[in-house]
């Protein structure tokens, strides 16, 4: 029955307790330094950051990146957070054996009233690059659930009369694999030349092919009981979708200045949108009350207080579209000081309209062991932190980044995680 699933979607997006959080793209370099990458991306790397700095692939010497090809072996990077739940959290409320009521209501009174945020994002790029020209692809997988801490109040302390939790909440979820070609070549002008050596632009489109993309809105959702009867309700949208296709563009500039300083501008995802073509979206309201519960008399009585629309048709859903700004400063032949801005368009997805800024470094120990460290302050997260390392071969580089969001350590409330492998030749 459809209020079936329309209610089991309900319980299921409200109890999720896993933390998942997600940013707008993510490398290993990228994770170690915290987010600030957009000048220090070359190759595959730069696509999704700033096209145009796959300019730069003749005048590299200072990034020890010689090669004028490159191959980005399929790699994998991951971002689980939320904005409560940190390893503190759980240890101060299930680390104590028996949990009294008080202990009970004051983990939910922790939650935030208005929503409970859950996100997660997965990539696995890989990609090819060759001279001024680089061409990626792989999985991106994006997920978000807001959700009021209703659901758990009523698995911890049950259903009590004369009582009403609310279950409002939201959720999404997308895959796309995108397709991204992209050019960056060095160009003279007489007024940006009176102030940089080398000027640098870029552009990359996007075939974005989505696989699936699933949205939930609870709204008005409530859980009322008294000594005489029990009382659901809630309005619904579900929508449902596959197939879809969609196009985005990025544009980027990039200069240097002197043999330290290399600058970066870009706009990504401009005009990204995603239309899925084969698409359900299932309305419904349940006004749902029993004074007697007989559980046989269930089906009839949630047919007779519930109302369904299911209608198919095209939906479109936004390719989060951002900002990115920032410098590269070659301080020492082996110490490089990096910053990023990156500024998102919309709140949608794993995106934020509230700015965050990066700052990072990179020492090489040897020629062949950099090792990476960054923070970033604003955005989703508020704070977060990044080290990682790379193993840097003659003909392959081996890199590793690992960052915490909102905390540190015990105090944390999400991890990234990036491996990624590169052959130059």
Do not use: C
């Amino acid at each position: 029955m459809k209020i079936r699933a329309i209610l089991f979607t309900v319980a299921f997006s409200s109890a999720g307790v896993y933390p998942l959080y997600g940013q707008s793209n993510f490398t290993a370099r990228s994770v170690s330094l915290a987010g600030a990458f957009s000048s220090y991306a070359r190759g595959v790397d730069a696509l999704g950051w700033n096209p145009a700095n796959l300019g730069f692939w003749s005048q590299d010497e200072a990034l020890g990146e010689k090669g004028t090809r490159s191959v980005k072996l399929p790699s994998v990077a991951f971002d689980l957070g939320n904005n409560t739940i940190t390893p503190n959290w759980i240890s101060d409320y299930f680390g104590v054996g028996f949990m009294d009521d008080d202990l009970k209501n004051q983990m939910i009174n922790s939650l935030p009233d208005n929503n409970w945020i859950l996100l997660q994002a997965l990539r696995v790029p890989f990609g090819l690059a060759v001279n001024n020209f680089a061409i990626s692809t792989g999985l991106e997988i994006n997920g978000r659930i807001a959700s009021h801490p209703g659901m758990l109040e009523l698995i911890f302390n049950g259903l009590r009369f004369d009582n009403s939790l609310s279950l409002d909440g939201t959720g999404e979820f997308e895959a796309v694999i995108p397709v991204t070609i992209g050019y960056g070549k060095e160009f003279y002008s007489i007024f940006l030349n009176k102030y940089f050596d080398r000027v640098y632009l870029g552009g990359a489109v996007k075939y974005l092919n989505g696989l699936n993309r699933i949205s939930t809105k609870f709204s008005n959702s409530t859980l009322s009981t008294s000594k005489e009867s029990i009382n659901i309700q809630t309005t619904t949208t579900l929508t449902s979708a596959v197939s879809g296709t969609g196009f985005a563009l990025d544009l980027g500039f990039a200069a240097r200045s002197g043999e330290k300083l290399y600058l970066s501008i870009s706009v990504n995802n401009l005009f990204g949108k995603i239309n899925w073509t084969d698409s359900d979206i299932m309305s419904g309201s349940v006004n749902f009350t029993v004074d007697e519960l007989n559980i046989t008399e269930l089906d009839s009585l949630f047919e007779e207080s519930n109302t369904t629309d299911e209608t198919t048709g095209n939906v479109n859903s936004a390719y989060p579209g951002y900002l990115l700004a920032g410098f590269h400063y070659q301080y020492r032949p082996n110490v490089s000081l990096h910053s990023t801005l990156l500024q998102g368009f919309s709140d949608e997805m794993n995106m934020s309209t509230t700015p965050r800024l990066s700052l990072g470094s990179e020492v090489n120990a040897t020629k062949w062991l950099p090792i990476r460290f960054g923070i970033s302050v604003g955005g989703l997260e508020d704070f977060r932190w990044g080290a990682g390392f790379g193993l840097n071969f003659s003909k392959f580089h081996l890199d590793f980044g690992i960052s915490e969001s909102g905390g540190m350590l015990s105090s944390a409330k999400g991890i990234s995680i990036a491996l990624e492998h590169t052959f130059y030749f």
